[in-house]
Each structure stands twice: as C-alpha cells, then as structure tokens.
C-alpha cells in the first residue's frame, strides 16, 4: 500500500503493483510506501477501510494466472496457506490450470480474488497499461507527480526463467475466458 496525499495504491497480487509502488515513490515525492514499512507487498483487508480515493489495479485472467503460477514455480514460493497454493500446486502449468478449473469452473476465480480489493476502491487501472492508466488516476485526484520519472520506469518484478512453459493445453484457454467470465466484462477485457 502506498499513501498519497490525495489517494492510496492497494497491490492486488501479480498486477504490476511492485511497479506502481516504484512508480508512485519516484514520482511523488510525498508518497509513504506502507508496503517496505510493514514488510508486506500486498494490501490486508484490515488496513483498506476509511482510505481516501482508493485505487488499484487488475490483469486479463489468463496472463494473471500464467505469471502467478510462473512466480510459484520459479521460486519455488508456494504458500498452502493460500488455496489456490494448496489446492492447484504443480511443477506443471497445464496441470495447474487444470486444477484451477477443477476447483474454480462455475464459480470464477480472479474476480472474488480481486473483489477483497475492488471493494474499497474508488478507481481501477488495468495492469496492461500502466504507465497511462496510473497517470489518469493521479490526473484524477489531482495529485502533483513528476510525468517524466512514470514513463521512463522499466518493468520490474518480471519473472522470465518459467514464462516459455506458461502455456495453455487445448481447451483450456476457452474454459478460463468462461469461468472468469465476470472480471472480463467487469474490466471491458
């Protein structure tokens, strides 16, 4: 989570938060990033209540689920306190999804992941247009920010080792788009 004077980032997991906290930290010089304070990259439900002018961001289902599972597996992170960790844990992406859609299908999955958050925010930007969509949040709320330090921040946090074997099997692709049917339609993907 990052305070501004004039709104709050909340870090959805695997949405480009690491690079909006950068961002919002180069770019405003008032910004206070709760996330390195408090040792957590990811907004608690606990601490979203009463924030002014909450936003945060979202990602297309089937790249959320390619660099989640790439993140996992890369680092070998995963968390059976987490049950999607739990439940669909596999070396294998395929099998991944499957079990993801062996648990999820009928019922989605990314949009009540993200609902925690969307819940207490104000504004969404999507994660596949970062720079443009944090500038017109913080054009916005009229939040003072330096342009020039948003749009010359590379990508951070890029996992690359297991990206190449983050691939849909047959099928699949069309069963994700239907079972997160509702996040589509709720961010026009």
């Given at each position: 989570?990052?305070?501004?004077?004039?709104?709050?980032?909340?870090?959805?997991?695997?949405?480009?938060?690491?690079?909006?906290r950068?961002?919002?930290?180069?770019a405003?010089?008032?910004?206070?990033?709760?996330?390195?304070?408090?040792?957590?990259?990811?907004?608690?439900?606990?601490?979203?209540?009463?924030?002014?002018?909450?936003?945060?961001?979202?990602?297309?289902?089937?790249?959320?689920?390619?660099?989640?599972?790439?993140?996992?597996?890369?680092?070998?992170?995963?968390?059976i306190?987490?049950?999607?960790?739990?439940?669909?844990?596999?070396?294998?992406?395929?099998?991944?999804?499957?079990?993801?859609?062996?648990?999820?299908?009928?019922?989605?999955?990314?949009?009540?992941?993200?609902?925690?958050?969307?819940?207490?925010?104000?504004?969404?930007?999507?994660?596949?247009?970062?720079?443009?969509?944090?500038?017109?949040?913080?054009?916005?709320?009229?939040?003072?920010?330096?342009?020039?330090a948003?749009?010359?921040?590379?990508?951070?946090?890029?996992?690359?080792?297991?990206?190449?074997?983050?691939?849909?099997?047959?099928?699949?692709?069309?069963?994700?788009?239907?079972?997160?049917?509702?996040?589509?339609?709720?961010?026009?993907?």
């Amino acid at each position: 989570m990052v305070l501004l004077p004039n709104a709050t980032f909340l870090h959805i997991p695997k949405t480009g938060g690491q690079w909006v906290r950068k961002a919002l930290v180069r770019a405003c010089p008032e910004a206070q990033d709760l996330e390195r304070d408090k040792g957590s990259r990811h907004a608690i439900t606990a601490d979203i209540k009463n924030l002014e002018n909450p936003f945060c961001f979202v990602r297309h289902p089937l790249t959320w689920y390619q660099s989640y599972w790439s993140m996992r597996s890369e680092n070998n992170s995963w968390d059976i306190g987490v049950p999607i960790d739990s439940i669909c844990r596999s070396d294998n992406f395929e099998h991944f999804i499957e079990r993801v859609l062996e648990r999820y299908e009928g019922v989605g999955n990314i949009y009540p992941l993200f609902q925690n958050w969307l819940n207490h925010c104000n504004m969404v930007g999507k994660m596949e247009d970062l720079p443009y969509s944090l500038i017109l949040i913080l054009d916005i709320v009229e939040q003072e920010y330096d342009f020039g330090a948003i749009m010359a921040l590379q990508r951070v946090n890029v996992g690359t080792t297991h990206k190449d074997k983050a691939i849909y099997g047959p099928g699949q692709v069309d069963r994700v788009l239907q079972m997160d049917r509702a996040a589509i339609e709720a961010f026009e993907y």
